[in-house]
């Protein structure tokens, strides 16, 4: 069974930096490498957004709110995703959803918090 696992989220202030991760298991290495990843966030209240997707061959895509602060990497070394969020504001709270996306698969999500 594959499953998908974000780590990370925290309380942070404005101005600080978060390392999200996401690992997936029951998942060979071969094909986690071959798989398009993407990280969501849905705030209370809001619908959920995407923020930023990586290809296999590490193609990355960001929301317009999130480039030049966040970065998508992966290591399929790993099985793992990471989102690296700096110079986090209040509006980037949200639960954050890490996505497998040739089987659809969706973690539980991680919160993160930002606020003075």
């Known amino acids: 069974q594959v499953r998908v696992v974000e780590a990370g989220g925290a309380f942070v202030q404005p101005g600080g930096s978060l390392l999200l991760s996401c690992t997936v298991s029951?998942?060979?290495?071969?094909?986690?490498?071959?798989?398009?990843m993407s990280w969501s966030r849905q705030a209370p209240g809001k619908e959920r957004e995407l923020v930023a997707s990586i290809s296999s061959n590490d193609d990355t895509h960001y929301a317009t709110f999130v480039k030049g602060r966040f970065t998508i990497t992966r290591d399929n070394a790993k099985n793992t995703v990471y989102l690296q969020m700096n110079t986090l504001k209040p509006e980037d709270t949200a639960t954050y959803y890490c996505r497998n996306a040739p089987l659809d698969v969706w973690g539980q999500g991680t919160q993160v918090t930002v606020s003075s």
């Open positions: 029951g998942m060979s290495e071969s094909i986690f490498s071959a798989s398009g």
